[in-house]
């Protein structure tokens, strides 16, 4: 009511969005009131459905991160250019410093990877973004706190905006365990191939 008279008093239209819980209603209401002659016009507009969505929306934001902060993966999103939008605790605990990047800078991320695979992590990223389509591959992250490089495999998807294209969000996995069983599991296989050339020359 205070409002509506300063409405009236001052000639100032009123905006306002309100919860209405009363009498068995239970809306959440935008109200416009504007002064006409001596007096004032009201109106109502119900923004429930929206509101729902958008709480709908939170909720659900605060249950990606709180997953993907317990996650015993890299979680990450990105931006159509590669700008990190978002890094759970783990990558940023095993990369180091602040992975979010602000909107005008150029990516960071490529000072975290070897630098051999820079370059070919650029040509899969921009591919996907051209097609609108997923991307997995291979790489090499440096620890922060050893400054060593390990294999990650890396998954991605496409995120969208209503109809926008805005990006990725992703996962990655270290693998660097398989890289070195692979890698000592070759080198064995040539000492025998080896062996067995020196038991025929021998021979």
Known sequence: FDAYVNVVETGEPLLRE??????????YLRVVAAKTGDGF?????DLSERRRAEEAIRESEARFRE?????????????????????NRLMVDYL?????????????????????DVDDVWRTFYDAAAHRKP???????????????????VQSVPRYVGD??????????????RHLAEAALRQSE??????????????
């Open 67 to 87: 997953l993907s902060e317990y996650s015993p993966m890299f979680v990450w999103m990105a931006d159509e250019d590669g700008r990190v939008l978002y890094a």
């Open 96 to 116: 180091g410093g602040e992975m979010r990047d602000a909107p005008t800078d150029p990516p960071r991320w490529p000072l975290h990877v070897h630098p051999d």
């Open 18 to 27: 309100i919860a209405y819980a009363r009498d068995g209603i239970d809306v």
């Open 164 to 177: 926008r294209f805005a990006g990725f969000m992703g996962t990655a996995v270290n693998v660097h365990s």
């Open 41 to 45: 016009a009201v109106s109502f507009a």
């Open 135 to 153: 991307f997995s591959q291979e790489l090499r992250y440096r620890r922060a706190d050893t400054g060593d490089y390990e294999w990650h495999f």
């Open 190 to 203: 040539t000492r025998v191939r080896e062996s067995e050339t020196r038991f025929r020359l021998a021979s």
